[in-house]
C-alpha cells in the first residue's frame, strides 16, 4: 500500500497570500497518477488537479499542482476567500486508492 | 449536468446489513469505472471499493473486504454497495464517485452503526 503523508496538518494564511500544500508518498507514485481535491465542511470532495499538475475542469490557474516520484506539490498563488478548506491528495495508480490525511488551510 | 445520488443509509445494529444505492445521471454511466469512498466524523477520506465498467474487476480495501460488496447495473444506471457484519468502525459518510481519478462526487450518505 502507498502512504500519502500531507504536510502540515494546519496552514494559517491570509487571503491574497500563497499557499503551498505537500504531499510525500511512500513509494513512487505511477505514471504520476496523483490527484488533488478540495473539501469544504458540509460539501463533497471536488477534484482539482489530476496527473500531478493538469487542472479539472472549471478549476482557476490560481491551482497549480507539480512534482513526480514521491514528491508532490499544491501551489495555490493567491488565496481567495472561497479557498478556505480541506486539501486532500490521492494516488490512483495502484490498488488501493490511497488517500493523504489532509491539510486543513484557515483563515489567519 | 453529472449527477450522483446516494441512498440507503441509515441506523443500523452492530453485525447487521445494509445496501447502498448510488443513481447516476448525466453521463454513459456505463463508460466509467465506479467508487466509494468514506469519510468517518471528523476523519479524513478512505477509499472503500472501486468497479470496473463491466463489472469484470472489483476491488476493495482491507478493511473491508469479505464483508462489502460492489455491484452495478448499467441498464439502470445504478451503483450499490451491500454492506454486512457492519462494525462501529464504519460510520460514516459514504460517497460515490466517478471516475479515475474520482471526477464527480454524490453528496453522500450516512450510516451509523451503532446499538
Known amino acids: 500500500e502507498i502512504v500519502l503523508t500531507q504536510s502540515p496538518g494546519t496552514l494559517s494564511l491570509s487571503p491574497g497570500e500563497r499557499a503551498t500544500l505537500s504531499c510525500r508518498a511512500s513509494?513512487?507514485?505511477?505514471?504520476?497518477?496523483l490527484a488533488w481535491y478540495q473539501q469544504k465542511p458540509g460539501q463533497a470532495p471536488r477534484l482539482l488537479i489530476y496527473g500531478a499538475s493538469t487542472r479539472a475542469t472549471g478549476i482557476p490557474d490560481r491551482f497549480s499542482g507539480s512534482g513526480s516520484g514521491t514528491d508532490f506539490t499544491l501551489t495555490i498563488s493567491r488565496l481567495e476567500p472561497e479557498d478556505f478548506a480541506v486539501y486532500y491528495c490521492?494516488?490512483?495508480?495502484?490498488?488501493?486508492?490511497?488517500f493523504g490525511q489532509g491539510t486543513k488551510v484557515e483563515i489567519k | 449536468e453529472v449527477q450522483l445520488a446516494e441512498s440507503g443509509g441509515g441506523l443500523v445494529q452492530p453485525g447487521g446489513s445494509l445496501r447502498l444505492s448510488c443513481a447516476a445521471s448525466?453521463?454513459?454511466?456505463?463508460?466509467?469505472?465506479m467508487n466509494w469512498v468514506r469519510q468517518a466524523p471528523g476523519k479524513g477520506l478512505e477509499w472503500v471499493s472501486s468497479?470496473?465498467?463491466?463489472?469484470?474487476?472489483?476491488y476493495y480495501a482491507d478493511s473491508v473486504k469479505g464483508r462489502f460488496t460492489i455491484s452495478r447495473d448499467n441498464a439502470k444506471n445504478s451503483l450499490y454497495l451491500q454492506m454486512n457484519s457492519l462494525r462501529a468502525e464504519d460510520t460514516a459518510v459514504y460517497y460515490c464517485?466517478?471516475?479515475?481519478?474520482?471526477?464527480?462526487w454524490g453528496q453522500g450518505t450516512l450510516v451509523t452503526v451503532s446499538s
Open positions: 468497479i470496473s465498467r463491466s463489472s469484470d474487476y472489483t
Open positions: 448525466g453521463f454513459t454511466f456505463s463508460s466509467y469505472t
Open positions: 464517485a466517478r471516475g479515475t481519478p474520482f471526477d464527480f
Open positions: 490521492q494516488q490512483y495508480g495502484r490498488s488501493p486508492r490511497t
Open positions: 513509494q513512487s507514485v505511477s505514471s504520476s497518477y
